[in-house]
């Protein structure tokens, strides 16, 4: 009888984790895929990343107390995620100026004003570079890219000021330089 009991309430347990997993999955893969592909830039890369932070979020579904606090759990494991995948390969270098590749689908002018972007918050130190991305791409508060990067909330602001500034710096460089070789 009591065997039969001890089966039921694991049977109960695991049903509702099964539930909260998919939950999970499915109000955040979104965010979570969107922002892999951001941050690693290859969509089929980005893909196993978000499935093995996935399913490590199954493996410690049990360790997540605050459903309100699972983005920014999942972007934490995801981002580790990322940096497993640096350790497991080594990769084969080369000097980035002897390397030319042109994009074929870079032609529309939006596809060049999301590139030129891209490549002015790209251009940013790291330091400026995370929490902005974190804040546009991802929709984090101050005290969430604070928690998450370990930072005081301060900084972050100070930080995130900064990126835009820069980013302003450069992207009207680059329109005031345009207008230069144009007109």
């Not at 909260?20 to 290859?42: N, S, T």
């Not at 999942?74 to 990322?82: P, W």
């Not at 370990?150 to 460089?173: C, D, P, W, Y």
Request: proline share 1%; aromatic share 8%.
């Amino acid at each position: 009888m009591r065997n039969k009991s001890e089966q039921a309430s694991v049977l109960s347990d695991m049903n509702n984790k099964q539930t909260r997993y998919e939950a999970l999955v499915k109000a955040l893969h979104a965010d979570i895929y969107r922002y892999a592909v951001w941050l690693i830039k290859d969509k089929s890369i980005a893909e196993d990343v978000v499935q093995e932070t996935f399913l490590r979020a199954w493996k410690s579904l049990d360790s997540l107390k605050d459903e309100g606090a699972a983005k920014a759990w999942l972007i934490t494991i995801l981002r580790r995620e990322n940096a497993r995948r640096f350790e497991r390969k080594q990769f084969d270098t080369v000097d980035i100026d002897d390397v030319s590749v042109e994009d074929p689908v870079a032609h529309s002018e939006e596809n060049i004003h999301q590139r030129e972007i891209r490549k002015a918050i790209s251009s940013l130190s790291e330091e400026y570079r995370e929490p902005l991305t974190l804040q546009i791409i991802m929709g984090f508060s101050g005290d969430e890219i604070a928690e998450q990067l370990g930072l005081n909330k301060n900084t972050v602001m100070t930080r995130l000021f900064r990126a835009r500034n820069q980013l302003k710096e450069i992207l009207t460089s680059q329109i005031t330089f345009g207008e230069q070789i144009n007109g």
